[in-house]
């Protein structure tokens, strides 16, 4: 990922990171969710796969569009947690994503899913 695709991917995320600067959330800590209610990975998989995967790369694959970060990028972003994750996804009006916004069930599994790519 070159520093001009990083130094956005960070802008993006740095308010919802600075919210939760009190570490690096694993999959079973997310804030107000009640441990072993974070989501199921391979559902959020299921699901990106289904919504997001016409733009962005679950993965290691190429993106399909390239101002869309890859999942797997997302993931590792420093700093990224749990809480960024839900704040970004419930969030995403920015001009070259659709209007979608992700709730409940689905939030928590597209959650888990993205942290399950962090190395």
């Known amino acids: 990922m070159t520093m001009?695709?990083?130094l956005?991917?960070?802008a993006?995320?740095?308010a919802a990171c600075l919210a939760a600067a009190g570490g690096i959330a694993r999959a079973q800590?997310?804030?107000d969710v009640p441990i072993g209610e974070i989501g199921d990975p391979q559902a959020g998989f299921d699901y990106a796969r289904a919504n997001c995967a016409m733009c962005h790369a679950l993965s290691?694959?190429?993106t399909p569009d390239p101002k869309a970060p890859r999942f797997?990028?997302?993931a590792n972003t420093p700093g990224m947690t749990a809480t960024a994750i839900r704040v970004w996804l419930q969030n995403?009006?920015?001009p070259t994503m659709p209007n979608i916004v992700v709730e409940g069930q689905d939030l928590r599994n597209l959650t888990a899913y993205v942290l399950?790519?962090?190395d």
């Open 116 to 118: 399950s790519l962090k």
């Open 12 to 14: 993006l995320f740095g």
């Open 29 to 31: 800590d997310v804030g």
């Open 92 to 94: 995403a009006h920015h």
């Open 72 to 74: 797997r990028d997302v």
């Open 8 to 10: 956005p991917l960070a």
């Open 4 to 6: 001009t695709r990083v």
């Open 60 to 62: 290691q694959e190429p």
